[in-house]
């Protein structure tokens, strides 16, 4: 679950900060003063004068250009009225614009969640377009992600399983409410793909989809995680694919955490991973499906295995690159038919860790692995190293 998440400041906020017309005159014309003499104690500098000739008497012109200098102050001082006046019209006028914009916002929330509560899968579907495009157009960033959070909200709803064929108007209908479950995820993976300079990016946006069925091809290949967090705990992933491919992970979170993978694929392919982010595959229950981290560059970012069980799927390392950053299998079970696969990686030092890892009839490769062996992998292997892991030369010669 997300918990504790900060809210993002609105123009609400900022109009709460704007000052009072005397306090933002007095600094407005104090500012004025003081610019004002500062330019002319530079020109006296500039200009190198040494003292200021002094009369007793007033001459006309002498006279005539006090006038002006007079009549010019008080002109000044009109226009700085003016201009903070003008100021906070126009900020009045952002904020009446801003609240507007927001009540126009609730309505078509409203109405779009009535629309999601219908027993009618096609105006579900109204209902989820209309809640897309409420949070491309929102006027602030807290209510598009209210809108996201409603989303996500209904895909961890309970459903009922499918009945089949038996029951066949059940079956039907079943079909169409997974199709509006479908179209929620093919939507939010869609606005997280384009990129976040765009008007209708997602990106930054938090994603809480824990405990969800993902039982459809997701695609998030080339997306940007920078902030926010994205959680998939205790999802269910079953049948399709999750690709992240050449997707870069920098900051924030992507929790796997307590999921169960059966006959699913998530990939990771030629990914990075940097900046502090974390990909975590903690307690998952890996069986029948494939996490594919091929050539992947892991760089400053952790991908926590950390007490996940494995077994029937597979976990791929292949041709990664893992410099500075962490990748832990601390603590997790490789069982019978359970495979994880580092071929041709290349591993920096103290980056991989197999400590407290029990190995029980799994298949581990290591081979053509460049750099050193992982800290507590020839510990969890046994000796002798059994056959079906399989390791560099240069980690099993004795010096």
């Known amino acids: 679950m997300i918990a504790n998440r900060r809210p993002r400041p609105t123009s609400d906020d900022r109009e709460l900060r704007l000052w009072k017309v005397g306090r933002a005159l007095t600094v407005t014309f104090a500012a004025a003063v003081l610019v004002a003499g500062g330019v002319f104690y530079g020109l006296v500098y500039l ?3 040494q003292e200021i000739d002094t009369t007793k008497k007033l001459d006309a012109k002498t006279l005539f250009d006090l006038v002006k200098l007079s009549f010019g102050v008080v002109a000044g001082a009109g226009a700085l009225v003016a201009l903070v006046v003008a100021y906070r019209r126009q900020r009045v006028d952002e904020a009446g614009a801003h609240r507007e914009a927001t009540r126009l916002h609730t309505e078509r929330f409203s109405q779009a969640v009535d629309k999601l509560g219908s027993d009618s899968p096609a105006v579900r579907l109204g209902g989820v377009h209309a809640l897309a495009g409420l949070a491309d157009d929102a006027p602030d960033a807290n209510l598009r992600q209210t809108c996201i959070d409603v989303l996500c909200a209904y895909l961890r709803l309970p459903h009922t399983p499918d009945p089949g064929t ?14 509006v479950r479908h179209t929620i995820l093919r939507l939010i993976s869609d606005h997280y793909r384009r990129p976040e300079e765009t008007r209708h990016s997602w990106q930054g946006c938090d994603l809480d989809l824990t405990g969800v069925t993902i039982d459809c091809n997701v695609d998030f290949s080339d997306a940007r995680f920078t902030r926010g967090t994205v959680t998939f705990e205790g999802a ?36 990075t991973i940097s900046e ?56 997790a079970t490789i069982s019978s038919n359970g495979r994880v696969y ?12 197999f400590n407290g890892t029990t190995i029980s009839g799994g298949t581990l490769n290591f081979s053509d692995t460049t750099g050193p062996a992982p800290a507590g992998l020839l510990t969890a292997g046994g000796s002798p190293v059994p056959g079906t892991v399989i390791l560099p030369q240069t980690w099993t010669q004795v010096p």
């Open 342 to 353: 580092f071929m041709r990686a290349a591993i920096s030092s103290d980056t991989v860790s």
């Open 47 to 49: 200009l190198d004068f």
């Open 236 to 271: 269910t992933f079953s049948g399709g694919t999750v690709s992240f491919s050449r997707a870069t992970f920098s900051g924030g979170l992507v929790d796997f955490g307590f999921a169960t993978f059966s006959g699913h694929t998530v990939l990771f392919a030629y990914a």
């Open 276 to 331: 502090g982010c974390s990909v975590s595959f903690g307690n998952a229950i890996i069986s029948g499906s494939s996490p594919y981290f091929g050539g992947a560059t892991i760089s400053d970012g952790v991908v926590f295995f950390g007490d996940a069980s494995i077994s029937g799927g597979t976990v791929f390392f292949g041709d990664t690159t893992i410099s500075g950053g962490t990748v832990t299998f601390d603590h």
């Open 166 to 179: 038996a029951e066949l108007e059940n079956h039907h209908l079943y079909l169409a409410l997974r199709e």
